[in-house]
């Protein structure tokens, strides 16, 4: 069998799980392959029907645990058997903060090129309800209407009525909406397949960004249905986007500033994880009076305001037009001069000066082969990269380990239950 061969298969294995994978399949071997099994832990002798063949790995589903593992705990979850969304509600914490961990400096060692010191990850203190914005897809078939996330296995939906991530505003503007949308949903944006997302203040007050369709729908019994609901827009599928009800933003409360969030604005989804996260890179950076910082895929730009009270020269860079419109404004309203670029991180960091420090917090994507390209011949001192996927994390170190040396990285439990992780890694140039 050629090595990028797939087969399918429904042979019925019996195997021992080693380790968790990054992304939170488990690790077992067979015949010298590697078998991913997702929903397994680390210890489990499970029976599995092989899904999925290749020469040298295959996957497969989990038919029979024979013996459970030592970190494996029963999940909270009703929908956990099926649900495609948190991976790894099955495994405790600390399995699942050892699994993070190894996931992170596997992939730096193996993919990057060479290993990196990791420091202990920041645990999270909420394992759930701490998603402060949440996407469902609604499909309406012939009358019925699913609403919720995709199955573990196949294209299909699986209807969910709550989810144990999502902070309480969520998921009872959540309970709301499906009580008041009607029959087939004809409250919500027409159309076979929409997405709605729910994003939530620290007030509990929610915004919905709801994605597709061809008519509005009834927008005042959406908002009369959802008590906490302040701010409705819809895009629909080949038209501008339409401001439904309520105010045009979310008042947000965030990093000691009055954010007023725009409908597709970032912020990342676990308010206290995120705190900690900004606490180390301001004891990384130490004294921003006079430093001269680029915050590149920068999103509102809030941690740009928070230097530049404290005297740094920041400019950043964000392609999302309701992120940096959300930045400006708070940046006017509290005082700061922050020099906000609407614009690609690919048509402005060429003509970029000597920095004394430059963030990266790009996609989960990772970087652009044309962004790397240019971080090998920028100036800078430092490099800070933030990343949510170890693996393309580790891709672009090796892009540009010609210019930048790895120091170490620190890991963040942003996403509990989950197989990812956020890592900071902190680089400098390399020696000559």
Known sequence: ????????????????????????????????????????????????????????????????IQTAGAGRVEPPCPHFADCGGCGVQHLDGPTQLAAMTHGIEDALARI?????????LEAAASRFGYRNRVTYTLRRDRGNVVAGYHRLRGPLLLDIDTCPLAEAAVSEAWVALRSCWGKGASALPAGREIRITIRAAHSGDVAFWVEGGTAAGNPQRVMNGVPSLRSYWWKPSREP???LGGQATLDERWDDLDVPLLPTAFL?????????????????????EGLDILDLYAGAGLRALRWARAGARVTTMESGKDAVETGRAVAAADGVSVDARLMRVEDGLAEMGHKDLIVLNPPRGGLSTEVAELLVHSSADRLAYISCDAATL???????RDAWSPVFAQPFDAFPQTGHVETVLWLEPASP
């Open 1 to 64: 069998m050629m090595s990028g061969a797939k087969v399918m298969s429904d042979e019925v294995v019996q195997l021992t799980v080693e380790k968790i994978a990054a992304g939170g399949d488990g690790i077992a071997r067979l015949d010298g392959r590697v078998i991913f099994v997702p929903r397994t832990a680390p210890g489990d002798h499970v029976t599995v029907r092989l899904t999925e063949n290749r020469a040298r790995w295959a996957r497969g589903q989990i038919v029979e």
């Open 268 to 288: 990342q989804v676990n308010r206290e994880v995120s705190a900690t996260l900004e606490r180390h890179l301001d004891d990384q950076v130490g004294p921003t």
């Open 394 to 400: 580790a891709r672009d170190v090796r892009r540009i």
């Open 112 to 120: 990057g090129g060479s290993p990196v010191p990791v420091r202990p």
């Open 241 to 243: 986007r339409q401001h």
